[in-house]
């Protein structure tokens, strides 16, 4: 499955990906991109050989139809939301039907948006975790594909509860891209489903 990635900051979800499944198990990034061009992730992208690209409009249809068109050209199947800050909409949603998929630092549908760990930390949770999900128009809305959760009672740091939870998304998303690649993520019944026999890979 062909890959793009876009990420709007540091990039170590992309990393992950670029590190674990890139280039295996059927799965080639081809085109990594960012509505930042100051983002660690488009140099992360240049280092392992891969197109990247920022997209500086500040109108949201337009970077979206640049967006969608350079994703398109490079022949993406599979868009990948790795720390990307921006809403999507729903003309770029309709060029990757249910192929969409975000990562997300909490256990949805619980603190969506943006400063979900910070959310989480100051209404006092003792369970923390990751999402990844399919998306939709919605701010972290769609159907939920695989969740990971790590307890962390007692927890009053952001920064502490985040750099404990990265290495939960590293994995969890690698898991999703290789799923799908092999086929085996359904989206049934508005629900987005990893066949049983690898729910735990
Ligand atoms: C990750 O924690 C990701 O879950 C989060 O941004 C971070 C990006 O880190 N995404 C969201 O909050 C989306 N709502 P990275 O740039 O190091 O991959």
Not at 5 to 30: C, M, T
Not at 112 to 121: F, K, L, S
Not at 141 to 148: S, W
Request: contains cysteine; negative net charge; aromatic residues 4%.
């Amino acid at each position: 499955v062909r890959v793009g990635v876009l990420a709007s900051g540091e990039g170590s979800n992309l990393q992950a990906i670029l590190d674990r499944v890139h280039g295996g198990d059927g799965v080639e990034v081809v085109a990594v991109g960012s509505d930042k061009p100051q983002a660690r992730a488009l140099g992360r992208a240049r280092a392992a050989d891969v197109p990247a690209r920022a997209f500086e409009q500040s109108d949201r249809r337009a970077r979206d139809a640049a967006m969608a068109g350079w994703l398109t050209d490079a022949g993406v199947e599979l868009v990948v939301l790795a720390g990307y800050m921006q809403l999507l909409g729903a003309d770029f949603l309709a060029r990757f039907p249910r192929r969409v998929i975000n990562v997300h630092p909490a256990l949805l549908p619980a603190f969506p948006g943006i400063g979900a760990v910070e959310q989480a930390v100051a209404h006092g949770a003792q369970v923390f975790g990751v999402t990844v999900h399919c998306v939709d128009e919605g701010i972290d809305t769609g159907p939920i594909i695989v969740q990971r959760a790590l307890e962390l009672p007692g927890a009053t740091d952001a920064a502490t509860v985040r750099a404990a939870l990265r290495p939960l998304e590293h994995d969890l998303l690698c898991h999703v891209v290789r799923a799908i690649a092999r086929g085996d993520v359904e989206l049934a019944g508005g629900r987005c489903i990893v066949r049983p026999d690898d729910a735990a890979g």
